[in-house]
């Protein structure tokens, strides 16, 4: 298994793989940067006509409803519609799921085309959960951006989905959780920092996409959290604050290669590969 | 008054406020950063069909008109008048008022519902007075995002506001202007560096908000202005540039606390409190 | 010529003029800060009825089609056109052109309102000669929004637009290629650290748009390059990473001034001019 998140971490960087994006207002600079960090390219879309010519070219898309628009609904859902008819991965960022009719909406509209990883805070997972209607126990709160739930209550909701769609769910907090249909895995470490400044999951997600272009989806998911909790703590050693922290933390993982990962992500055992 | 403020740095650290945001693209990423770095919860919305449900959510709103899209009047108003009716405090940063016919109508729409707390530049309160009718002599001129009025010309305009809505005026510039309908405060100090780069004054009107949900509007804007003259201060010294100045700056009021709020706001006489 | 770009520098600063955007929603932030750093002022719009104002009140336009919202077609014409009938110099950006139709009609939309400067990467620059009929063969790929051509390969399509617009054009890549209807030029050196961050295009092109308000088209396009080049060069110099690279050329765009250009621009024989 290290062996091969090693090897997407190498992928990302050999191959630059194109991600189109479909994302937050709030976050979309740091998703790009964060992309092109480890490897990837990004572009970036808004429109309905756009999302098949995206999806063409694209080897992964990266769907995120954070900020809706009076066109999201449609272009979003085409965004999932053509990434899953040609096969493409595609990432869901289901951002504060359960505010608002129109989010509601695109977020029931997706199910259908099965989004090969899902990645969100505890409250986010649960609520997608509910909303898609594979659990029978209906619980979590709707609490806008930032999780009121712990990640451990959404380790059988992220399951459900795992199971449901045949890709990968990764439950980002203090331990990320990451689980297939059958196989899961926790990953600890990293720093709180990261809670202090906006878009840390968001670009989580968008560097997902990125390893997804050039792995399975458990291993985009695995490679992206331990880049992420390597990258933090690495960051946190030199940061001032918040925005030091942000800028060290881009640089981190700018500088991370198949030998920084071998030598940072393994070099204690941190997770439960 | 001192006691009051350095209450509100310290609070909206420990209760962490939900605060919900219709703001512009161009600085949304900044806002939500200064907001998270002072202690607050970010979430920022734009569909009309959010508004109803961030308001009840959120501890405090804040709206800024400063790039309005298809959907911006609807949204903005929905979102001013939720928030009148919960009782929420909501803070209006009238960017580039007297601009284009959408924003001025929206401008027109939100006088009913009271800001709690306005902030802008000279020339936008200024404007501002003169388009809800505050004001016999029309003065000011529509120059963009950029004020062409000194901050003392509007001190008549922001006093016609407070007293109008009830709430606070804060008039950011050299020396700030925060008055309410009675009592009015300058703070001075600051560094110049600040407008050298975009968003100083909308990530001090989403400061502004996350501490009007702890504090009265006075002590809010007070706080902010405090928050912002003296973390810029602090800024200068480290910067290099106008980039580097950014992340120190945020650095800064991610730092700020009721102790160094007390060692830093009050060190000096800078204000006239 | 190297007089006239060392004015554009001192101009741009002492002048301040305003330039108003509409750009993109992944790098507005950056394009702003750039536009700062370089002296100019800077205001973003996004609605048609705000077209028309924005032009009266700018000295510059800057169109960046990065990202399309549901009315951009209606606003970037009317900003275009608006521009045309003042005889206010503008900057067309024409991102991943060839990318959905709505893009496509927008892009045949400004043809007639002959851009001052167009700044593209080659299949960018490729592309848009094709559309708008103005090389007779057909060449280039649509990619996204990175360059699979090289900059040579579009030295003819750039002349070719140059000669229709009267104005510049400006192919940003390894080695800048600038060209008016009769002279061209070729800006070496630089960083490729730029090719790591998002937004160098465009706030490239968007600096461009604050020297095209205080010089001529080919003048604006000479020194926005040569700046971009250098301060690059100057920040890889301290850059960590990706991030801190970013930092720093802001900072050194800010540093910029008469004196400075004269030592970085020329002190080695980098371009042709």
Same mark, same amino acid.
């Given at each position: @298994?290290?062996?091969?998140?090693?090897?997407?971490?190498? =992928?990302?960087?050999?191959?630059?793989?194109?991600?189109?994006?479909?994302?937050?207002?709030?976050?979309?600079?740091?998703?790009?940067?964060?992309?092109?960090?480890?490897?990837?390219?990004?572009? @970036?879309?808004?429109?309905? #006509?756009?999302?098949?010519?995206?999806?063409?070219?694209?080897?992964?898309?990266?769907?995120?409803?954070?900020? @809706?628009?009076?066109?999201?609904?449609?272009?979003?859902?085409?965004?999932?519609?053509?990434?899953?008819?040609?096969?493409?991965?595609?990432?869901?960022?289901?951002?504060?799921?359960?505010?608002? #009719?129109?989010?509601?909406?695109?977020?029931?509209?997706?199910?259908?085309?099965?989004?090969?990883?899902?990645?969100?805070?505890?409250? %986010?997972?649960?609520?997608?959960?509910? @909303?898609?209607?594979?659990?029978?126990?209906?619980?979590? %709160?709707?609490?806008?951006?930032?999780?009121?739930?712990?990640? %451990?209550?959404?380790?059988?909701?992220?399951?459900?989905?795992?199971?449901?769609?045949?890709?990968?769910?990764?439950?980002?907090?203090?331990?990320?959780?990451?689980?297939?249909?059958?196989?899961?895995?926790?990953?600890?470490?990293?720093?709180?920092?990261?809670?202090?400044?906006?878009?840390?999951?968001?670009?989580?997600?968008?560097?997902?996409?990125?390893?997804?272009?050039?792995?399975?989806?458990?291993?985009?998911?695995?490679?992206?959290?331990?880049?992420?909790?390597?990258?933090?703590?690495?960051?946190?050693?030199?940061?001032?604050?918040?925005?030091?922290?942000?800028?060290?933390?881009?640089?981190?993982?700018?500088?991370? =290669? %198949?030998?920084?990962?071998?030598?940072?992500?393994?070099?204690?055992?941190?997770?439960?590969?």
């Amino acid at each position: @298994m290290n062996k091969e998140v090693l090897r997407a971490v190498a =992928d990302a960087r050999n191959k630059a793989p194109l991600v189109g994006s479909w994302t937050n207002f709030v976050t979309i600079n740091l998703v790009a940067n964060a992309q092109l960090a480890t490897g990837g390219r990004a572009a @970036m879309c808004f429109l309905p #006509d756009e999302a098949y010519p995206l999806s063409t070219i694209s080897q992964a898309i990266y769907i995120n409803v954070g900020t @809706m628009n009076s066109v999201s609904r449609e272009a979003l859902t085409l965004a999932a519609k053509s990434s899953h008819e040609f096969g493409k991965p595609w990432v869901l960022d289901p951002v504060a799921a359960g505010l608002g #009719d129109t989010r509601n909406a695109l977020i029931a509209d997706l199910k259908q085309y099965k989004p090969s990883v899902v990645r969100g805070n505890a409250s %986010e997972i649960i609520t997608l959960a509910n @909303m898609w209607g594979l659990q029978t126990e209906t619980k979590g %709160e709707v609490s806008g951006v930032d999780s009121t739930d712990s990640v %451990e209550s959404a380790h059988d909701s992220a399951k459900s989905i795992a199971k449901y769609t045949g890709g990968a769910v990764c439950v980002s907090g203090a331990v990320d959780y990451i689980t297939g249909a059958k196989t899961s895995f926790q990953v600890g470490g990293g720093s709180a920092l990261l809670k202090g400044i906006t878009g840390a999951g968001c670009s989580l997600a968008g560097v997902i996409a990125v390893y997804a272009a050039v792995a399975s989806p458990l291993i985009a998911a695995l490679a992206g959290s331990l880049a992420f909790k390597y990258a933090s703590e690495e960051a946190a050693k030199i940061a001032k604050g918040s925005f030091s922290f942000q800028t060290a933390f881009i640089d981190c993982l700018s500088l991370l =290669d %198949e030998a920084a990962a071998a030598g940072g992500f393994f070099r204690k055992p941190r997770d439960t590969i």
